[in-house]
């Protein structure tokens, strides 16, 4: 039989459900983004590295590392961007070895 091959329908459920870490993490950080509240606190700089390094490691590529990039610049426009939110981004990118960015 099929012993030891792919099963390509299997392959794109795996895909997305490989994801599922970095949308689960997207979600959490966009709810400490809304509305105050007493129990749940602001984002800051490690929340949002956190994030961003979920998405760089996501299998989803080149899609994963753009979200990654996409958190840095909502990071850098609130004020918590710090070294780790870039170098998770640059090694992000760099391990895509997209020439364009």
């Known amino acids: 039989g099929n012993r ?16 599922i870490p970095a949308q689960r993490a997207q979600q959490l950080l966009e709810h400490m983004e809304q509305q105050p509240h007493p129990h749940i606190p602001n984002p800051n700089a ?6 961003i390094v979920a998405w760089g490691q996501s299998k989803q590529q080149p899609w994963g590392v753009q979200q990654a990039e996409q958190l ?15 170098n998770a981004v640059l090694h992000a990118w760099a391990k895509q ?3 364009q960015r």
């Open 4 to 19: 030891g091959r792919p099963n390509p329908h299997h392959t794109t459920n795996k895909k997305q459900n490989d994801d």
């Open 46 to 51: 490690a929340s949002y590295s956190t994030v």
């Open 72 to 86: 840095l610049g909502k990071a850098h426009s609130n004020k918590c961007a710090n070294q780790v939110c870039f």
């Open 97 to 99: 070895g997209d020439p």
